[in-house]
């Protein structure tokens, strides 16, 4: 699957706290948290953000707590991918259960805030002004969860079958 | 070649002789937990799969601790659901109220916990039941709801790093100082995905709670567990409590580590990590001149009897500094209760201090404590990220009990040895 998307370039360790802050965890429905989606950071991100567009970050992105509401806050603003240095793990599981698609590339140098990129998911190749880039492959087990439909839906056909 | 106590511990859970770092494997639960937080996104999912029951309405745990008591109608709505499917689904154990406490701290009191257990939890500090021997990690409410209903979740083996403590601790030093020296030496992504073992006569002589500390901050290091061996105190506090039969599991000796990391414990000296991120750690006495604001000791870090006593013994007879909110949260009812029987709420409350039921309440912005912008704050727990308390331009350190109350007497960040 190819992507093609305009890039917002957030740094190293983008902790769950500015991803969503913990006092709207109360919320449940996406469209009430993404308007506080990296507010700490930008209180208009949830404006600007269009859909279809890239989130790229450095090291450790996603760290922090457990809470699902982070993927679910930036899927909610259009966003269906995130590239970044690395990843935090629980973030990481929680980002493939919620269909965010996750790409470990070292690009935040490479590209420009609103630069246009194009992605190819399946290849991980990221092209952008200065090149291609190509992504860490994404482990075959998430690859292999990913094509069963997630794991909610894994889940559901496992107890629709038992 | 050997195994680590964590890929022993995932082996005997995955019906497997032998695990590996890098190997994802099937493991069986002994437990799975969610609080008022998680487990609503977690119950929606829990329709979504259409099931019927959970594996085991003994082994799902809810405790309702983060915005209770609520803090407001959403909050109360999101608790009224969970006891709604707690009562539905027959769950044994569903804490709130008066029989409600901090999540970490809780469970492990109640017993729920064991050695050699496999314990996930909707909350990322889950990883602290690590000290009594167990693995324990944080998940999402997804991944939780797979556990609910199956009894089972995914877990690729994470390769270990041994960290070996030797030598006698200073005065004042508490699982926290060691816990910070630790992620202000390799960063807050510096135990990324990987087991964090501790081992060293330094680990034996520490306290449970100390133990439980440092277990629950591996996640600041990106870790996947923090874990200790089962020695004479883990078992001592296992029998009076435990409500299952365990297993003590214990690492080979030629068992495979990443990197072992060996500390004096000699040359720790009691540590804060600065605004904003758990690795910025400076040594207290580095710290000049800071003043603050509030003062909050408690949480699932260090809202434990060891904290509260040390707390008592630096503030016995003295008051905190006029402007200062100190708030003092005891993190179950029992510490509770302990804490009142032993005197140390008097010495609180005459110090001028606030003492609030257990709740998570203000380590993340929730209630009871949220920051204003500008003020700048001492706090125990487990998290200094930019708005992490309040307003995003609010500041917060982290320390451990005795530099929060020696803060909270002078109005600025202060070693105890000032105060008493």
Same mark, same amino acid.
């Given at each position: 699957?190819?992507?093609?998307?305009?890039?917002?370039? +957030?740094?190293?360790?983008?902790?769950?706290?500015?991803?969503?802050?913990?006092?709207?965890?109360?919320?449940?429905?996406?469209?009430?948290?993404?308007?506080?989606?990296?507010?700490?950071?930008?209180?208009? +991100?949830?404006? &600007?953000?269009?859909?279809?567009?890239?989130?790229?970050?450095?090291?450790?992105?996603?760290?922090?707590?457990?809470?699902?509401?982070?993927?679910?806050?930036?899927?909610?603003?259009?966003?269906?991918?995130?590239?970044?240095?690395?990843?935090?793990?629980?973030?990481?599981?929680?980002?493939?259960?919620?269909?965010?698609?996750?790409?470990?590339?070292?690009?935040?140098?490479?590209?420009?805030?609103?630069?246009?990129?194009?992605?190819?998911?399946?290849?991980?190749?990221?092209?952008?002004?200065?090149?291609?880039?190509?992504?860490?492959?994404?482990?075959?087990?998430?690859?292999?969860?990913?094509?069963?439909?997630?794991?909610?839906?894994?889940?559901?056909?496992?107890?629709?079958?038992? | 070649?050997?195994?680590?106590?964590?890929?022993?511990?995932?082996?005997?859970?995955?019906?497997?002789?032998?695990?590996?770092?890098?190997?994802?494997?099937?493991?069986?639960?002994?437990?799975?937990?969610?609080?008022?937080?998680?487990?609503?996104?977690?119950?929606?999912?829990?329709? &979504?799969?259409?099931?019927?029951?959970?594996?085991?309405?003994?082994?799902?745990?809810?405790?309702?601790?983060?915005?209770?008591?609520?803090?407001?109608?959403?909050?109360?709505?999101?608790?009224?659901?969970?006891?709604?499917?707690?009562?539905?689904?027959?769950?044994?154990?569903?804490?709130?109220?008066?029989?409600?406490?901090?999540?970490?701290?809780?469970?492990?009191?109640?017993?729920?916990?064991?050695?050699?257990?496999?314990?996930?939890?909707?909350?990322?500090?889950?990883?602290?039941?690590?000290?009594?021997?167990?693995?324990?990690?944080?998940?999402?409410?997804?991944?939780?709801?797979?556990?609910?209903?199956?009894?089972?979740?995914?877990?690729?083996?994470?390769?270990?790093?041994? +960290?070996?403590?030797?030598? &006698?601790?200073?005065?004042?030093?508490?699982?926290?100082?060691?816990?910070?020296?630790?992620?202000?030496?390799?960063?807050?992504?510096?135990?990324?995905?990987?087991?964090?073992?501790?081992?060293?006569?330094?680990?034996?002589?520490?306290?449970?709670?100390?133990?439980?500390?440092?277990?629950?901050?591996?996640?600041?290091?990106?870790?996947?567990?923090?874990? +200790?061996?089962?020695?004479?105190?883990?078992?001592?506090?296992?029998?009076?409590?435990?409500?299952?039969?365990?297993?003590?599991?214990?690492?080979?000796?030629?068992?495979?580590?990443?990197?072992?990391?060996?500390?004096?414990?000699?040359?720790?000296?009691?540590?804060?990590?600065?605004?904003?991120?758990?690795?910025?750690?400076?040594?207290?006495?580095?710290?000049?001149?800071?003043?603050?604001?509030?003062?909050?000791?408690?949480?699932?870090?260090?809202?434990?009897?060891?904290?509260?006593?040390?707390?008592?013994?630096?503030?016995?007879?003295? &008051?905190?500094?006029?402007?200062?909110?100190?708030?003092?949260?005891?993190?179950?009812?029992?510490?509770?209760?302990?804490?009142?029987?032993?005197?140390?709420?008097?010495?609180?409350?005459?110090?001028?201090?606030?003492?609030?039921?257990?709740?998570?309440?203000?380590?993340?912005?929730?209630?009871?404590?949220?920051?204003?912008?500008?003020?700048?704050?001492?706090?125990?727990?487990?998290?200094?990220?930019?708005?992490?308390?309040?307003?995003?331009?609010?500041?917060?350190?982290?320390?451990?009990?005795?530099?929060?109350?020696?803060?909270?007497?002078?109005?600025?960040?202060?070693?105890?040895?000032?105060?008493?």
């Amino acid at each position: 699957m190819i992507l093609k998307g305009r890039v917002w370039k +957030f740094g190293d360790n983008i902790d769950t706290d500015i991803i969503i802050p913990a006092r709207y965890l109360s919320y449940t429905d996406p469209e009430a948290l993404k308007v506080h989606c990296m507010e700490p950071l930008d209180p208009q +991100f949830h404006t &600007k953000a269009m859909k279809g567009d890239i989130i790229v970050g450095g090291y450790n992105f996603g760290c922090g707590s457990s809470r699902e509401h982070a993927p679910i806050a930036i899927l909610a603003l259009g966003i269906p991918l995130v590239i970044a240095k690395s990843f935090a793990r629980i973030f990481y599981r929680n980002a493939f259960n919620k269909g965010l698609a996750l790409l470990e590339a070292d690009i935040l140098n490479k590209v420009y805030e609103g630069e246009e990129i194009e992605v190819d998911l399946t290849t991980g190749v990221i092209k952008c002004k200065e090149g291609e880039v190509k992504a860490k492959p994404i482990p075959a087990f998430m690859e292999k969860l990913i094509n069963d439909g997630g794991l909610i839906n894994y889940l559901k056909k496992k107890l629709r079958g038992a | 070649m050997g195994m680590t106590i964590t890929e022993k511990i995932l082996a005997a859970h995955s019906g497997k002789k032998t695990v590996e770092p890098g190997e994802i494997i099937e493991s069986t639960i002994d437990l799975a937990l969610a609080n008022d937080i998680t487990a609503p996104l977690s119950l929606k999912e829990f329709e &979504k799969v259409e099931a019927t029951k959970v594996f085991d309405p003994e082994r799902v745990v809810f405790v309702l601790d983060h915005f209770t008591p609520n803090k407001d109608i959403q909050s109360a709505e999101n608790c009224k659901k969970i006891r709604e499917f707690a009562l539905e689904y027959g769950i044994k154990y569903c804490y709130e109220g008066g029989e409600c406490g901090i999540e970490h701290a809780l469970l492990p009191e109640e017993g729920l916990v064991v050695p050699g257990d496999v314990v996930i939890g909707a909350d990322s500090h889950t990883c602290t039941y690590g000290a009594l021997g167990a693995f324990s990690t944080g998940v999402g409410s997804t991944d939780f709801t797979y556990g609910m209903v199956t009894g089972k979740t995914w877990f690729k083996v994470p390769e270990s790093i041994k +960290f070996i403590c030797y030598g &006698k601790w200073q005065k004042w030093i508490t699982g926290k100082d060691l816990i910070l020296h630790i992620i202000g030496m390799i960063g807050v992504d510096g135990a990324l995905y990987a087991a964090m073992e501790y081992e060293g006569e330094a680990i034996h002589s520490l306290s449970i709670d100390s133990r439980f500390t440092i277990a629950n901050m591996a996640i600041e290091a990106g870790a996947k567990n923090g874990i +200790f061996p089962v020695d004479k105190r883990t078992l001592a506090y296992v029998k009076t409590r435990g409500k299952r039969p365990y297993k003590v599991y214990k690492s080979d000796r030629n068992a495979r580590y990443r990197e072992v990391i060996e500390i004096d414990a000699a040359s720790i000296g009691l540590k804060v990590a600065c605004p904003s991120l758990p690795s910025n750690v400076k040594d207290v006495k580095e710290i000049k001149d800071v003043d603050i604001d509030q003062v909050v000791i408690g949480s699932c870090t260090n809202g434990h009897l060891e904290d509260l006593k040390i707390v008592a013994e630096v503030l016995k007879g003295k &008051k905190i500094a006029r402007h200062i909110r100190c708030i003092i949260i005891p993190a179950t009812p029992k510490i509770y209760r302990e804490a009142m029987r032993r005197g140390y709420f008097k010495i609180f409350l005459d110090g001028g201090c606030i003492i609030s039921p257990p709740t998570c309440g203000p380590c993340l912005g929730g209630h009871m404590g949220v920051l204003a912008k500008g003020e700048r704050a001492v706090a125990t727990t487990n998290r200094n990220f930019i708005g992490r308390m309040g307003h995003p331009e609010s500041e917060v350190y982290l320390a451990g009990p005795a530099v929060a109350a020696a803060s909270a007497i002078k109005g600025r960040i202060s070693h105890p040895d000032e105060v008493t």
